[in-house]
């Protein structure tokens, strides 16, 4: 059997160009970028290189770049920093309410120190209401945190407008890029951020290695503390081969945003329309175009995603749902809560989230298998 992988906002493969470049940072340039001797300077200079190109896709300066194990990393950076920075009773950070767990569960942490967490709600949608947003802001308002696209349903947020409101209270803003670098154009002084953090393994890069951008002027403390290694904003040896990695994927993505956005979205709209043609009832979640190009949550009255997605996965087809499995039980989704749907629908909903590496035969195949799952699904709750 020929399988599909259909869950690039999972994780995405390798790029073949990315693997040839950090491949000799496994092997022969072993160095460690701290060291001052020859084998220390190439390998500080591979990192210096790598920042400049992550740095060049966001619009930055390379020294507005700090490198991190990931996005969970980056934004519990960013979260813990600020609402220590503001410190003592009072203090609140901001977030919306379909923030991802890596912004969710560090609020969560603050909130049991006493920061007060302010949630803001979404549409139906999943588009942050920005004045109810800006209502919240007060002079102890440490930071607000609202995600530029939403992994499951893909909803691209009106950031700069999130900016504009908080630039007003003089509130730093955070936006966890992670879905949308690599997929939609990001510029950091177009939204006017304060931070925003990426991964590496989102963009076709290695897993276990990120980026927090913070904008010049403005501090951040280390969450990890011991050398002074990225200017003393994150301590901890390099991981050259995962930078370098990135350095690389972040190179290919800029290259290629413009044709993947365009071919993957053309591809997405082919999988819904197959999808809604073969099963009418279909329900898409997420904004109708301010949408990642390749994203696809969808559900089918009366089945269970995590059905579907075990026979989709029987058939070769690999996706995935947003609920999560808490002691044994599943929690449907706080994105789909949050956008109006009832407990069924969020827990009937599946996410398809394509790739570079997906093509059209793929796409129709998917949508037979979908298909056939759901009526061999249906069929059988009725029997
Ligand atoms: C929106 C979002 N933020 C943060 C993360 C966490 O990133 P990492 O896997 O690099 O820690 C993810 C990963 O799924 C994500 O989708």
Same mark, same amino acid.
């Not at 909130?111 to 803001?120: A, M, P, S």
């Given at each position: 059997?020929?399988?599909?992988?259909?869950?690039?906002?999972?994780?995405?493969?390798?790029?073949?160009?990315?693997?040839?470049?950090?491949?000799?940072?496994?092997?022969?340039?072993?160095?460690?970028?701290?060291?001052?001797?020859?084998?220390?300077?190439?390998?500080?200079?591979?990192?210096?290189?790598?920042?400049?190109?992550?740095?060049?896709?966001?619009?930055?300066?390379?020294?507005?770049?700090?490198?991190?194990?990931?996005?969970?990393?980056?934004?519990?950076?960013?979260?813990?920093?600020?609402?220590?920075?503001?410190?003592?009773?009072?203090?609140?950070?901001?977030?919306?309410?379909?923030?991802?767990?890596?912004?969710?569960?560090?609020?969560?942490?603050?909130?049991?120190?006493?920061?007060?967490?302010?949630?803001?709600?979404?549409?139906?949608?999943?588009?942050?209401?920005?004045?109810?947003?800006?209502?919240?802001?007060?002079?102890?308002?440490?930071?607000?945190?609202?995600?530029?696209?939403?992994?499951?349903?893909?909803?691209?947020?009106?950031?700069?407008?999130?900016?504009?409101?908080?630039?007003?209270?003089?509130?730093?803003?955070?936006?966890?890029?992670?879905?949308?670098?690599?997929?939609?154009?990001? !510029?950091? $002084?177009?939204? @006017?951020?304060?931070? =925003?953090? #990426?991964?590496?393994?989102?963009?076709? %890069?290695?897993? *276990? +290695?990120?980026?927090?951008?913070?904008?010049?002027?403005?501090?951040?403390?280390?969450?990890?503390?011991?050398?002074?290694?990225?200017?003393?904003?994150?301590?901890?040896?390099?991981?050259?081969?995962?930078?370098?990695?990135?350095?690389?994927?972040?190179?290919?993505?800029?290259?290629?945003?413009?044709?993947?956005?365009?071919?993957?979205?053309?591809?997405?709209?082919?999988?819904?329309?197959?999808?809604?043609?073969?099963?009418? !009832?279909? $329900?898409?979640? @997420?904004?109708?175009? =301010?949408? #990642?190009?390749?994203?696809?949550?969808? %559900?089918?009255? *009366? +089945?269970?995603?995590?059905?579907?997605?075990?026979?989709?996965?029987?058939?070769?087809?690999?996706?995935?749902?947003?609920?999560?499995?808490?002691?044994?039980?599943?929690?449907?989704?706080?994105?789909?809560?949050?956008?109006?749907?009832?407990?069924?629908?969020?827990?009937?909903?599946?996410?398809?989230?394509?790739?570079?590496?997906?093509?059209?035969?793929?796409?129709?195949?998917?949508?037979?298998?979908?298909?056939?799952?759901?009526?061999?699904?249906?069929?059988?709750?009725?029997?």
């Amino acid at each position: 059997m020929s399988r599909v992988y259909l869950d690039h906002n999972a994780t995405t493969p390798v790029a073949p160009e990315v693997l040839d470049e950090l491949l000799p940072y496994l092997r022969d340039e072993f160095g460690n970028a701290s060291s001052t001797h020859w084998w220390g300077q190439r390998a500080r200079a591979a990192v210096e290189r790598a920042r400049e190109r992550v740095a060049e896709l966001l619009g930055a300066d390379p020294a507005e770049i700090v490198f991190t194990s990931g996005g969970t990393e980056a934004a519990n950076q960013v979260l813990r920093g600020a609402s220590e920075a503001a410190g003592g009773p009072g203090a609140a950070v901001v977030a919306s309410a379909v923030e991802h767990h890596a912004v969710l569960a560090p609020c969560a942490r603050l909130e049991e120190l006493g920061t007060r967490v302010v949630r803001v709600p979404v549409d139906r949608e999943g588009v942050v209401d920005v004045d109810a947003l800006a209502g919240t802001l007060g002079e102890r308002t440490a930071l607000v945190a609202v995600m530029l696209a939403n992994n499951e349903v893909g909803t691209i947020q009106p950031v700069d407008r999130v900016v504009e409101a908080a630039r007003a209270r003089g509130v730093p803003v955070f936006t966890d890029a992670v879905q949308a670098v690599g997929r939609i154009p990001v !510029d950091v $002084r177009a939204l @006017g951020v304060d931070f =925003l953090s #990426l991964s590496g393994h989102k963009l076709y %890069g290695p897993k *276990g +290695v990120g980026a927090l951008y913070v904008r010049r002027g403005t501090r951040v403390a280390p969450l990890l503390r011991g050398g002074e290694h990225e200017g003393g904003r994150r301590a901890g040896t390099s991981n050259v081969p995962g930078i370098v990695g990135l350095g690389r994927a972040c190179e290919l993505a800029r290259a290629r945003l413009d044709g993947d956005a365009a071919r993957l979205r053309a591809l997405r709209d082919r999988l819904e329309a197959g999808i809604r043609a073969r099963l009418p !009832d279909a $329900r898409v979640h @997420g904004h109708p175009s =301010l949408r #990642l190009p390749n994203t696809l949550s969808v %559900g089918f009255p *009366g +089945v269970e995603g995590e059905s579907l997605l075990m026979n989709l996965d029987l058939l070769g087809f690999a996706v995935s749902t947003g609920s999560a499995c808490n002691a044994g039980s599943l929690r449907p989704s706080h994105v789909l809560l949050a956008m109006g749907r009832t407990p069924e629908e969020a827990h009937a909903a599946v996410r398809f989230s394509l790739g570079r590496g997906n093509t059209e035969a793929e796409i129709d195949r998917a949508i037979g298998a979908v298909a056939e799952a759901v009526t061999k699904l249906r069929a059988s709750i009725a029997s």
